[in-house]
């Protein structure tokens, strides 16, 4: 019997084109199937520690309250005239396990706030708080020529459409810094010079915002994002994402603007930057990179991620602390 050469053999015994592809077709069907699990378990670790990171947010104004009898100020004017604050943030470094930053950080109250900024620009540059940093968040470098970023800010409240005539949340009379940069109204736990005592919080600690998410242009590009609200369209505000210390920019209490410091309900959560009118700074809302919503520390200090779709009455309710709202709770 004929045996067919040896070269032939191993021919036979190889791949033909059809089981390669067939191979190949199975091999991607299975990276297909993968790959949205492995993605989903990366950002469900990355919640993880975005959740973990307000949770010790809160943990440190909750300390710091206990020491002083009140939560810190949203932002506080410690500088002589016209200029920038210090903000939440620079209270509680010492609850955050930063008191190294805390003591390093040097207020001379004779001193101007470009003065003070200008002295210590190289630390706050140089300076990052892992702890201010949501995992999830790709768009923004992480440090700019004022600082590192940071991507949670104090709830100063909520507001509504009608400023002028008032409406359930957002009354004429909670409206006092009508200003160039847009209202920011003082009915929620952190604005400037708050100091917002446990008893003051009667719609009660475990329904009351106190610090939450919110990322510039991180929602921009999605095409899923939330519908601007009717009468909120404009040219839009696109910053850099706020440094950690430089906070809002005060020419006085009617002239605030509180874009790097602190957020209001006025907007759903992750609306897009074209809902902001021109100039309104302090409308920027709160949103994240997660998909669906963002996360939110209450003033108790328990931590629960509100979606997009949250109904925007109760929305602002969560953002008030005093407004009788229905949502009382500890």
């Not at 201010?132 to 590192?148: I, M």
């Not at 009608?162 to 929620?188: C, K, Q, W």
Request: a negative charge; aromatic letters at 10%.
């Amino acid at each position: 019997m004929k045996h067919g050469s040896r070269n032939d053999r191993l021919c036979a015994a190889g791949f033909t084109l059809v089981e390669l592809l067939v191979v190949i077709a199975i091999i991607g069907v299975l990276v297909g199937l993968l790959l949205p699990a492995v993605q989903a378990a990366r950002e469900a670790a990355r919640r993880s520690q975005c959740t973990n990171n307000l949770k010790q947010q809160g943990l440190a104004h909750l300390n710091y309250e206990s020491s002083r009898g009140h939560f810190p100020d949203g932002l506080t004017m410690e500088f002589p005239g016209a200029g920038w604050g210090v903000s939440n943030i620079h209270h509680v470094l010492a609850f955050m396990e930063e008191a190294a930053l805390d003591n390093l950080v040097d207020i001379d109250p004779a001193e101007s706030a470009n003065a003070f900024f200008s002295r210590n620009r190289d630390f706050f540059v140089q300076t990052k708080i892992p702890g201010l940093l949501c995992p999830s968040v790709s768009k923004w470098e992480e440090s700019t020529a004022d600082g590192y970023r940071r991507d949670y800010f104090g709830c100063y409240g909520g507001r509504g459409h009608s400023e002028a005539t008032g409406s359930r949340f957002s009354p004429a009379i909670d409206t006092p810094l009508m200003v160039n940069n847009g209202v920011m109204i003082d009915d929620g736990m952190l604005y400037i010079n708050s100091r917002i005592r446990f008893g003051q919080i009667t719609d009660g600690s475990s329904s009351t915002f106190l610090m939450g998410e919110s990322v510039l242009g991180g929602w921009a590009d999605n095409p899923g994002r939330v519908a601007c609200p009717a009468g909120a369209t404009g040219d839009g505000w696109l910053l850099h994402q706020p440094p950690w210390y430089r906070p809002g920019n005060c020419g006085s209490t009617k002239d605030c603007g509180y874009d790097r410091t602190l957020r209001g309900a006025w907007q759903p959560v992750n609306s897009g930057t074209d809902c902001l009118p021109q100039l309104e700074q302090n409308a920027i809302p709160f949103g994240s990179e997660h998909p669906g919503g963002c996360y939110f520390v209450y003033a108790d200090g328990h931590v629960e991620f509100i979606t997009d779709d949250i109904d925007i009455d109760l929305y602002k309710a969560y953002s008030t602390r005093a407004k009788e709202d229905g949502l009382s709770g500890s």
